[in-house]
């Protein structure tokens, strides 16, 4: 589940390295989308480079059945394919959606356990000791705190998360489904399918900081410049960005939350503080309009 929900959902590819110069020491070669190709070095470090190769090459044309791409507005992605093999089966059709937990939770009613059960995502359960809060003991939750805790978990520690999910049907539900939403004749229409959701895994990736980064804050410091964190991920993650960057120390957050709210802040925070986005003219293309 975990390398057909990735490998087949995916838009970043492993390739064999054409360079005969280069090949001995780097045998394949990784394109696309970096975040992506972060999770294709996790399965690498599982089975080598032909492996992963091969397990997207299983997935044919003739068994997509149908594709709503990522973007930054929606923060997920989602194939949606076909099982010959259970064809007239409740589960002959099944849907990959993966993308940022804050934007899955919501479409999210059910979670894969580690012994194959599935449980409610408002079901309770016993919180594990490493999710444990500071001057708890023990604690219950439903899944979907846990997962929450998991995510929170992986953003103190500058780690962004991918939820991954799926979904269940058969073909005739899922033509149903079609027929009721204009055919998936626009991506708008297929996005009907991400909804209750079963979830499986989550991948935390870490962004390394450039060596440079650490030196160059400084001496934006020096020179009276004062640097912010914007970002698109969440909160939790870029807060921990920035400490690790120097632009706000550990103390300074634990102080006030304005350090914190003026040191790092997410991209609709910004647009607020500043007044809103405007839109003009773009000046090289009539009738383009730039923010």
Request: a negative charge; glycine letters at 6%.
């Given at each position: ?14 390739e064999v390295n054409q360079d005969a110069k280069t090949r001995a020491a780097e045998p394949f070669v990784l394109e696309g989308n970096v975040t992506e190709q972060g999770i294709i070095k996790f399965f690498m470090n599982v089975m080598d ?243």
């Amino acid at each position: 589940m975990l390398v057909e929900g990735f490998f087949w959902n995916s838009t970043a590819r492993i390739e064999v390295n054409q360079d005969a110069k280069t090949r001995a020491a780097e045998p394949f070669v990784l394109e696309g989308n970096v975040t992506e190709q972060g999770i294709i070095k996790f399965f690498m470090n599982v089975m080598d480079g032909q492996a992963c190769i091969d397990n997207r090459n299983r997935l044919t044309e003739d068994n997509t059945c149908a594709l709503i791409s990522f973007s930054s507005s929606r923060k997920r992605a989602s194939i949606v394919v076909r099982y010959p093999a259970k064809a007239g089966q409740p589960d002959e059709v099944r849907i990959y959606t993966k993308g940022a937990p804050d934007m899955l939770f919501d479409f999210t009613t059910n979670v894969f356990n580690a012994d194959g059960s599935i449980s409610s995502f408002d079901d309770t359960t016993e919180i594990p000791e490493a999710l444990l809060a500071k001057g708890e003991t023990s604690a219950t939750g439903t899944y979907r705190e846990l997962y929450e805790r998991t995510v929170n978990r992986f953003a103190r520690q500058a780690y962004r998360t991918i939820l991954m999910t799926y979904r269940d049907m058969s073909m005739d539900e899922f033509n149903q489904v079609k027929a009721e939403n204009n055919n998936f004749e626009s991506e708008g229409d297929r996005e009907i399918l991400e909804k209750d959701l079963t979830a499986y895994a989550i991948f935390g990736l870490q962004d390394p900081l450039r060596p440079t980064i650490v030196g160059s804050i400084k001496e934006c410091k020096t020179a009276g410049i004062r640097t912010i964190m914007c970002t698109g991920d969440n909160i939790d993650t870029a807060t921990a960005i920035s400490i690790n960057a120097g632009i706000v120390t550990q103390e300074e957050i634990d102080e006030s939350e304005e350090s914190r709210q003026y040191s790092c802040m997410t991209g609709k925070d910004f647009r607020t503080a500043v007044g809103g986005l405007i839109e003009v003219d773009h000046p090289e293309k009539e009738g383009k309009k730039i923010e």
